[in-house]
C-alpha cells in the first residue's frame, strides 16, 4: 500500500490553473509507473495521465491533453499535475495512484483524492 499526501486541490475558476502534488511516503515510487485519475460527482474514476517510473513516457486522456502536464521528481518521492486553462468539467476529485501500467493505464495502489473545483 502507499499512502500518498496530495497536494494542490481547491477551488479555481475557469481558465485559470492549479497544481496537484503527490508525496508518496512509505514506499518509494521510483521503479513504479504513476498515475492521475478522477471522479466527478455521478460519474465513473476515470483515467487523467500517467508517466513511466523514468520519466520518459506519458500518457493523457483526449479531455485533458495540451492542458495537463504530468510530471515526476523520484528524488522527492512525488508526482506533479500541472493544470492550465481549466475547464468547469475538470471539477472532480483526483486520485494519485501508481505500480500498473501505461497502456492500458491502470494502478495498482491508490493515494486518498483531492477535490479541485472549478468555477465559471
Known amino acids: 500500500m502507499c499512502s500518498c499526501r496530495r497536494l494542490g486541490g481547491g477551488l479555481v475558476q475557469a481558465g485559470g490553473s492549479l497544481r496537484l502534488s503527490c508525496a508518496a511516503f512509505g514506499r518509494t515510487i521510483r521503479n513504479y509507473n504513476m498515475g492521475w485519475f478522477r471522479q466527478a460527482p455521478g460519474k465513473e474514476r476515470e483515467f487523467v495521465s500517467v508517466?513511466?517510473?523514468?520519466?520518459?513516457?506519458?500518457e493523457y486522456s483526449d479531455s485533458v491533453k495540451g492542458r495537463f502536464t504530468i510530471s515526476r521528481d523520484n528524488t522527492k518521492n512525488t508526482v506533479y499535475l500541472e493544470m492550465n486553462s481549466l475547464k468547469r468539467e475538470d471539477t472532480a476529485v483526483y486520485y494519485c495512484?501508481?505500480?500498473?501500467?501505461?497502456?492500458?493505464?491502470?494502478?495498482?495502489?491508490w493515494g486518498k483524492g483531492t477535490l479541485v473545483t472549478v468555477s465559471s
Open positions: 508517466i513511466s517510473w523514468s520519466g520518459d513516457s506519458t
Open positions: 495512484g501508481g505500480g500498473g501500467t501505461l497502456k492500458p493505464p491502470r494502478m495498482a495502489f
